[in-house]
């Protein structure tokens, strides 16, 4: 079994305008140095530098920059950035109503332990 990863990882990614991640491939952790030409906000999945294209490119069959080795790390991006934008506020309104259906549960147990209680004497 592997061991859990401990530290961030931090990406260099090229993407297309919407915010689709094509190729990513792991970096150092940027220098926090005000120098830095490179320091930028780093977001939650670890991407470092962004590099926006229009991905007009990949439709030319003739063009070898279009191998695809980075390929697992750019679906791991766009599958986490997909989890957080439509999985977790469903599951943020779900536990919401797991938590009403506990107090409810919980006034209902008083009023049968409290009936009970009464019965027996």
């Known amino acids: 079994m592997r061991i859990p990863r401990r530290r961030q990882m931090y990406y260099t990614v090229i993407m297309l305008h919407d915010g689709t991640v094509l190729a990513a491939r792991p970096i150092r952790k940027p220098s926090q140095r005000p120098s ?15 590099w926006a294209e229009s ?12 191998t695809r080795f ?5 679906v ?19 536990q919401a109503e ?10 209902l147990e008083k009023l049968l332990l409290g009936d009970s209680a009464t019965a027996a004497r």
Do not use: F, S, Y
């Open 36 to 50: 830095n030409p490179l320091r930028r906000k780093i977001d939650p999945d670890g991407v470092a530098v962004e």
């Open 76 to 94: 791991n991006l766009n599958t986490r950035r997909a989890v957080r934008d439509l999985v977790l506020p469903r599951m943020a309104g779900l």
């Open 98 to 107: 797991v938590l009403g259906l506990r107090e409810q549960l919980g006034r």
């Open 70 to 74: 980075q390929d697992i790390i750019a």
């Open 55 to 66: 991905g007009r490119d990949l439709a030319d069959i003739h063009n070898d920059g279009r």
